[in-house]
């Protein structure tokens, strides 16, 4: 949640999207990120978030805070971008907040480039692990090693995601080299690309090894389980966090207040997911906010 691509192209392609996103604020004549230039004494009424689509959580816990923030007055602008261009946006001021960085592990190259620009306002979950997941039909593998020597079954494939997203990275770097899957070719694509392979592959009973993560809605709706890994080459869980500019949260008080105090559980983030998904592309907001109605106690103590 990396690729052929050497890490001063993806640097370059992140440069890039966030040069474009200059160009189109100027053109339109708005800021890029104009919460960031609120003054110290309250909040800003205008919010950038950025926004990685197919990232479940990342899609779920940004319509959420969308719906919160717009029900108080605010304008909220989502920008979807790459991982990459989210990082570099974010830390220069040119979008104000992405939920779902995955730290210390996931997103470290990102960390490590940026995190001096950057602050954590909000530690909202923090069991969150990377895996690799198989339909519960196959019986006889339970665990990464299982794969070893099986590669002609799942047609020498993993199914990855997004070619940037630091769950890839973990994967061929540390998970493939761990457990001697030399001849599994790890597939870059997109997280929708491989939730439909998998869909697909269990509909037809087929063996699929596919990169996923906890939480997500698939664990419910699908019959799949996580392999264990008991080399921990995955590392330990990370914890999910917005993130935003020092800046951003110097201006905007209130806003930090409320997210600090944000927290979701597996069962909640999973309900939101899945009642997202139920609604169907174009109604993730819709859908968020007749979750905070069913939730309002606990929405309630994050806005005090």
């Known amino acids: 949640m990396t690729s052929n691509i050497r890490p001063k192209s993806r640097l370059a392609v992140a440069a890039g999207s966030a040069g474009l996103l200059l160009l189109l ?4 004549g708005e800021t890029a990120s ?10 800003s009424k205008s919010v950038s ?12 816990t940004t319509y959420l ?25 974010v830390a220069n001021g040119q979008v104000d907040v992405y939920t779902d960085a995955w730290l210390p592990a996931t ?6 480039r940026y995190g001096d620009k950057l602050e954590k306002i909000s530690t909202w979950y923090d069991t969150a692990e990377n895996n690799l997941s198989v339909p519960t039909y196959l019986k006889d593998v339970n665990t990464i090693e299982d794969l070893k020597n099986k590669q002609a079954e799942f047609g020498n494939r993993i199914v990855g995601i997004e070619a940037g997203g630091g769950l890839m990275k973990l994967t061929r770097t540390s998970v493939m080299p761990a457990y001697g899957l030399k001849n599994y070719e790890l597939v870059e694509g997109s997280t929708a690309a491989m939730l439909s392979e998998l869909e697909s592959s269990i509909k037809k009973k087929k063996p699929v090894v596919v990169t996923l993560w906890k ?8 019959p799949i389980k996580a392999l264990r890994d008991p080399k921990g080459a995955f590392g330990k869980p990370d914890k999910a966090e917005a993130i935003t500019s020092k800046e951003f949260a110097k201006n905007n008080p209130d806003l930090v207040k409320w997210m600090k105090n944000f927290k979701l559980t597996t069962d909640q983030l999973g309900n939101l997911e899945l009642m997202i998904q139920e609604k169907g592309k174009g109604k993730e907001q819709e859908a968020a906010k007749e979750w905070i109605a069913k939730n309002k106690s606990l929405v309630d103590s994050w806005m005090k």
């Open 25 to 28: 604020a100027a053109c339109s």
């Open 34 to 43: 104009v919460g960031s230039s609120g003054d110290s004494g309250g909040d």
């Open 49 to 60: 978030f950025a926004m990685v689509d197919g990232w479940d959580e990342a899609v779920a």
């Open 65 to 89: 805070w969308k719906e919160l923030l717009e029900s108080r007055g605010y304008k909220v602008d989502v920008q979807s971008l790459d991982i990459a261009s989210t990082f570099t946006a």
């Open 107 to 112: 997103h470290q190259a990102y960390w490590d």
């Open 215 to 222: 939480p997500h809605w698939a664990f419910t709706k699908y």
